[in-house]
């Protein structure tokens, strides 16, 4: 039985119905590859890293969403996604650098403002604060799984290995989180930027 090797198509299907670990052999069937194609792309392991991620993040919703079109093979597909995900990173790159501040993540190391006042610096330390307050109020799974993720650049894989899930439960945490920040962002009409 330990060598039969399950289709990609009987895998998506028992993960849309509900079965969570086959989503779990689909990428450790593929992530060599994908993971293989974005670093040949991008060359940097923390971008290629956040890359596999977003993908990922991704085919979960659109699985879960059943907007999944079963015409093409499962990784082509997910290639296609991946391509995409590359293709933005490099055309938000042009207009916004990401910096990563060696000590601390900061939200804000994207601002580009060439004459920082005192001002302006009031300002993204009253948001910064806020974001703070924020987070705090985010239920403990989710808030543990952001700050690792935020704060620490830890990986997905590092994030499941230290908190004791799987990488498909410390994603949903990561995009419940966002999604609850995001409510509260708009709730509250705080402008993350200028």
Not at 34 to 60: A, L, N, W
Not at 116 to 142: F, S, W
Not at 149 to 171: C, H
């Amino acid at each position: 039985m330990a060598n039969v090797v399950i289709p990609d198509a009987v895998l998506v299907k028992n993960y849309i119905g509900g079965d969570e670990s086959a989503l779990s052999v689909l990428i450790n069937r593929h992530q060599s590859k994908i993971y293989g194609f974005i670093y040949s792309k991008v060359s940097d392991r923390d971008v290629s890293d956040d890359i596999f991620q977003d993908t990922f993040i991704k085919v979960i919703k659109t699985l879960k969403s059943n907007s999944y079109n079963e015409e093409g093979k499962f990784l082509p597909w997910v290639m296609r996604i991946a391509h995409n995900l590359i293709v933005d990173h490099f055309r938000r790159n042009k207009k916004m650098p990401m910096q990563r501040d060696t000590d601390e993540y900061s939200v804000f190391s994207y601002m580009t403002d060439n004459s920082p006042n005192v001002e302006h610096r009031i300002i993204t330390d009253q948001v910064e604060n806020d974001l703070q307050r924020i987070i705090e109020e985010l239920p403990a799974d989710q808030r543990e799984v952001l700050v690792m993720r935020m704060y620490q650049d830890l990986s997905f894989k590092e994030i499941a290995d230290l908190t004791g899930v799987s990488i498909n439960t410390a994603l949903g945490r990561m995009r419940y989180a966002l999604m609850n920040l995001r409510k509260v962002i708009e709730k509250n009409n705080i402008i993350l930027t200028n």
